[in-house]
């Protein structure tokens, strides 16, 4: 049997290749330690957990959902919006439930590419900003993030004819794998581009809730003009612990977000309504102080694992948000998947290759901060002992 041509062009997802390695590995006895994939290893606060477990009891829920979204937590995002940023929104047209962050951008790509168009995206991105256009036929274009630029891309250097083709932006601060969060400015000139060139742009603002140091992410949203031009996806993932929940919104243009509708209905049939209900208690002003204690941990385990890795020579700077620290190869190392494989190797310790991101990851690797303090410190303990 063969798969399509479609699917035939992209790669394995990277992360399951990764764990069917370490799956191999644990099989054989070894205690791996696993910073590759972006999971949090703390549970989901007990408040969302009790608001599911009182949801799942109402029979109301168990039916379809509409892939419009239950008033309530259209409401409850709209709530969210307005306090954390300062964003206003129609419940009624700028807000659609999504099954996961993954499934919105996904599906974007099948709602507005045709074949011979352009989608823009970061480079070194989430692997479906590129994976989702090629899937849709189209062709995903390249914006590298350098650090000397602080991990935007310059749009200046994107060509005049790539610009014309584009029908879509993917961008996404805070930053993954990079751990950049956006610079003043960034984000109006990226409206102004997007005008000119009429472009759909998709903010992912998957982890706008995780920050440190004072910092706290702003939505595209919140810029002159954006909604006339964007989408915003937030997902409840990362900043709430429910990464298996699959539970993410759709936000900003009305227009666009009526054309992911009417895929969407043709395509699934919408998030689980005891879902949207426990997104209302995760989405309540009740969960904030859950949300900072996880950054207060993230951030400890961040100042861990850079002094760290700046002990063993690596020079890093720490994130001001995500649950990523973004660091440089050592020396010595041919690519960023033959360092990650060194390590695997011969500390037991996963982490992401650079590489797997895009070609301006490599050079790179990724840590993710999701596994607890003591197997953090033991990971860094390890990959120290090999090093040198
Ligand atoms: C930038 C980015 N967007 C989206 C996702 C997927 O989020 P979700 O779990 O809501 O599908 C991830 C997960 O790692 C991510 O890093």
């Known amino acids: 049997m063969r798969p399509s041509k479609r699917l035939e062009r992209i790669p394995p997802y990277a992360f399951a290749e990764l764990e069917r390695k370490i799956a191999a590995k644990r099989a054989a006895g070894v205690d791996v330690i696993s910073l590759g994939i972006g999971d949090p290893d703390r549970p989901t606060p007990a408040l969302v957990v009790e608001a599911m477990r009182e949801a799942v009891t109402e029979a109301e829920t168990h039916r379809y959902p509409t892939n419009r979204g239950r008033e309530d937590f259209r409401g409850a995002v709209r709530d969210f919006y307005a306090r954390r940023f300062d964003v206003a929104l129609d419940p009624d047209t700028e807000i659609i439930p999504a099954i996961g962050a993954k499934e919105a951008i996904f599906n974007l790509n099948l709602a507005f590419l045709d074949p011979g168009d352009y989608a823009l995206a970061a480079d070194p991105g989430y692997p479906v900003y590129t994976a989702g256009p090629w899937l849709a036929g189209a062709e995903p274009v390249l914006m590298a993030l350098q650090p000397e630029h602080g991990f935007i891309p310059d749009l200046g250097a994107i060509e005049e004819d ?3 083709r584009a029908k879509l932006m993917y961008l996404n601060y805070p930053n993954n794998p990079t751990g950049a969060v956006v610079p003043d400015g960034f984000f109006e000139r990226v ?83 005891a879902i949207q ?8 002003p009740d969960a904030d102080e859950e949300v900072t204690s996880m950054n207060a941990l993230y951030v400890r385990r961040r100042d861990l694992v850079c002094d760290a890795l700046r002990g063993i020579g690596v020079d890093v700077r720490p994130p001001r948000a995500t649950i990523y620290v973004w660091a440089p190869v050592p020396e010595g190392f041919p690519s960023s998947e033959a360092y990650c494989e060194h390590v695997l190797e011969r500390a037991a310790v996963v982490l992401s290759p650079g590489a797997i991101y895009g070609p301006a990851g490599e050079g790179w690797f990724r840590i993710s901060l999701t596994a607890p303090d003591d197997r953090v410190l033991e990971a860094v303990r390890r990959m120290g002992a090999i090093t040198g």
Not at 198 to 224: K, M, Q, W
Not at 251 to 261: D, I
Not at 277 to 284: G, Q, T
């Open 277 to 284: 209900l426990a997104a209302v208690a995760a989405l309540s």
């Open 191 to 273: 409206v102004e581009f997007a005008r000119a060139y009429d472009i759909l742009v998709v903010h992912d603002n998957s982890y706008s809730e995780i920050s440190f140091d004072g910092y706290r992410a702003p939505s595209f949203l919140a810029t002159p003009g954006a909604k006339e031009v964007g989408v915003e996806v937030f997902s409840l993932s990362k900043g709430y612990n429910m990464t298996g929940w699959r539970c993410a919104v759709l936000v900003g243009n009305a227009a666009a977000l009526e054309t992911y509708w009417r895929l969407k209905t043709n395509i699934d049939s919408g998030l689980f309504e």
């Open 162 to 164: 790539v610009a014309r």
